[in-house]
């Protein structure tokens, strides 16, 4: 389960780390779990690979503002940030979708004359990854984006904070309120990724004991990404 200092390993990577990531195709650079078979590179062609690389980004952009230029395309499996370093002083983005039709209709779209895709009023690149990513086997209706629901002194924007912070580390895109008051709050939370992030939230809470006790419900919503 990731946490804050597995983030620091893959932040600041120590001699044998690095080597590991090299052994296992990925970049020295590379702040995901290699370990994962859908983190390492994929032996598909061009047009099987889920993931596309964005550049020219704003410096300060953030995930709503990334995931929010995205529309009909597909479900977002990963999405990564890079900040501006060294001689860059733009940011950078992976994105990884369920599906390769997900990538390619963003690739299309990005690249074809007269269109493009903006973030923060900026014109950004967009071109395949290098390091490819097969479709997903997760279930057709698993998104990054969840609904919880439960009694208004535990299901807070607070409390839910918190509690995924001590389990794992997570971006995210919007939170909205949905309903609040009387007998049950209900909120909406897109996350940046599925990977590791909504995954892990929806199974947490639905194993936790206390939770199912006191009437927590949660479940996957669909992706904006893909309307």
Same mark, same amino acid.
């Given at each position: 389960?990731?946490?804050?200092?597995?983030? #620091?390993?893959?932040?600041?990577?120590?001699?044998?780390?690095?080597?590991?990531?090299?052994?296992?195709?990925?970049?020295?650079?590379?702040?995901?779990?290699?370990?994962?078979?859908?983190?390492?590179?994929?032996?598909?062609?061009?047009?099987?690979?889920?993931?596309?690389?964005?550049?020219?980004?704003?410096?300060?952009?953030?995930?709503?503002?990334?995931?929010?230029?995205?529309?009909?395309?597909?479900?977002?499996?990963?999405?990564?940030?890079?900040?501006?370093?060294?001689?860059?002083?733009?940011?950078?983005?992976?994105?990884?979708?369920?599906?390769?039709?997900?990538?390619?209709?963003?690739?299309?779209?990005?690249?074809?004359?007269?269109?493009?895709?903006? #973030?923060?009023? #900026?014109? #950004?690149?967009?071109?395949?990854?290098?390091?490819?990513?097969?479709?997903?086997?997760?279930?057709?209706?698993?998104?990054?984006?969840?609904?919880?629901?439960?009694?208004?002194?535990?299901?807070?924007?607070?409390?839910?904070?918190?509690?995924?912070?001590?389990?794992?580390?997570?971006?995210?895109?919007?939170?909205?309120?949905?309903?609040?008051?009387?007998?049950?709050?209900?909120?909406?939370?897109?996350?940046?990724?599925?990977?590791?992030?909504?995954?892990?939230?929806?199974?947490?809470?639905?194993?936790?004991?206390?939770?199912?006790?006191?009437?927590?419900?949660?479940?996957?919503?669909?992706?904006?990404?893909?309307?």
């Amino acid at each position: 389960m990731a946490n804050p200092f597995s983030r #620091v390993l893959r932040e600041y990577p120590t001699a044998e780390e690095i080597a590991n990531r090299i052994a296992a195709g990925v970049s020295p650079n590379y702040r995901g779990d290699y370990r994962l078979a859908r983190n390492r590179p994929a032996d598909i062609s061009p047009n099987q690979n889920c993931s596309v690389w964005i550049t020219g980004l704003p410096a300060d952009v953030t995930y709503n503002q990334l995931l929010g230029s995205i529309r009909a395309t597909g479900r977002v499996w990963a999405t990564v940030i890079t900040p501006p370093t060294g001689r860059y002083h733009t940011a950078a983005a992976k994105i990884t979708f369920f599906s390769a039709v997900a990538a390619q209709t963003l690739l299309a779209r990005a690249n074809a004359p007269g269109y493009g895709l903006f #973030v923060g009023g #900026v014109q #950004v690149t967009v071109r395949q990854d290098r390091n490819p990513v097969a479709d997903a086997q997760d279930p057709p209706d698993h998104t990054r984006c969840l609904t919880i629901s439960g009694p208004p002194d535990i299901i807070t924007e607070e409390y839910l904070t918190n509690y995924f912070s001590r389990a794992f580390v997570y971006e995210i895109d919007e939170i909205i309120c949905l309903v609040k008051g009387g007998a049950i709050n209900v909120f909406e939370w897109r996350f940046g990724s599925y990977r590791c992030q909504a995954q892990w939230a929806w199974r947490n809470i639905r194993e936790d004991e206390y939770l199912r006790q006191r009437g927590v419900r949660v479940k996957f919503e669909p992706d904006p990404c893909d309307s």
